[in-house]
């Protein structure tokens, strides 16, 4: 199994910046694509920004040039960079890798369990 732990969710107020990071660790042998999707509240699911594993991003339009994505590959992190953020910036933002998986022996795309991100004054 492969677990993906999210942090640096919180509190700000409109214009700050936040970085979230998210590790994995597990049966990883390899990390492929990783990403930040994000759910409002009475909203669907959305994807934020992806990476490939050589570092080829990309971005939601509401979020490009606000948001940067950035990942380790040794480190198998991905961390993403929130600047100016906006109320409606509000909601839970997930991480998500495509792994394959050491133990089971093919790919599987997994998810973290979210971190709240609030933007309000």
């Known amino acids: 199994q492969v677990q993906l732990v999210e942090s640096g969710g919180g509190l700000v107020q409109p214009g700050e910046s936040l970085r979230l990071s998210c590790s994995a660790s597990?049966?990883?042998?390899?990390?492929?694509?990783m990403g930040w999707y994000r759910q409002a509240p009475g909203k669907q699911r959305e994807m934020v920004a992806s990476i490939t594993r050589g570092g080829r991003t990309n971005y939601a339009g509401s979020v490009e040039g606000q948001f940067t994505i950035s990942r380790d590959n040794t480190k198998n992190t991905v961390d993403l960079q929130m600047n100016s953020l906006k109320p409606e910036d509000t909601a839970v933002y997930y991480c998500?890798?495509?792994?394959?998986?050491?133990?089971?022996?093919?790919?599987?795309?997994?998810w973290g369990q979210g971190t709240q991100v609030t933007v309000s004054s």
């Open positions: 998500t890798a495509t792994v394959a998986d050491a133990l089971i022996g093919r790919s599987v795309d997994y």
């Open positions: 597990g049966s990883i042998f390899r990390i492929y694509n």
